[in-house]
């Protein structure tokens, strides 16, 4: 599986931006997808997970009720819609497959779990 991460960018603090990532190579089945993100100066952190079968999702506590993640079965894409755009959510994003996994929770935080991931997208927000 091959991931390709866009959309970010720069916006203002309250705005809002969409990430996609077109996944190549093989259908995503029902394999388990995440969005991750790395500020600068910090170590990478966990955003939100999706079942792609069912579209069960998980977020962070830090985005919860801000982001929603999802995707499109369609066209192969994951999607992470940002709203409420704060600065600390600064970061380069990335999206990440796990592929041949359906992850429970508490697993879908850990990057070990995830096999294959995108090249990622700068999202900075300016206050």
């Known amino acids: 599986v091959q991931l390709q991460a866009s959309g970010g960018g720069l916006v203002q603090a309250g705005g809002s931006l969409r990430l996609s990532c077109a996944a190549s190579?093989?259908?995503?089945?029902?394999?388990?997808m995440a969005w991750f993100r790395q500020a600068p100066g910090k170590e990478r952190d966990f955003v939100a997970h999706?079942?792609?079968?069912?579209?069960?999702?998980n977020y962070a506590a830090s985005v919860k009720g801000r982001f929603t993640i999802s995707r499109d079965n369609a066209k192969n894409t994951l999607y992470l819609q940002m709203n409420s755009l704060k600065p600390e959510d600064t970061a380069i994003y990335y999206c990440?497959?796990?592929?041949?996994?359906?992850?429970?929770?508490?697993?879908?935080?850990?990057?070990?779990?995830?096999?294959?991931w995108g090249q990622g997208t700068q999202v900075t927000v300016s206050s």
């Open positions: 190579g093989r259908s995503l089945g029902s394999y388990s």
């Open positions: 990440a497959a796990a592929v041949g996994k359906v992850l429970i929770t508490s697993a879908s935080a850990l990057e070990r779990e995830y096999t294959a």
């Open positions: 999706i079942r792609w079968s069912v579209g069960s999702t």
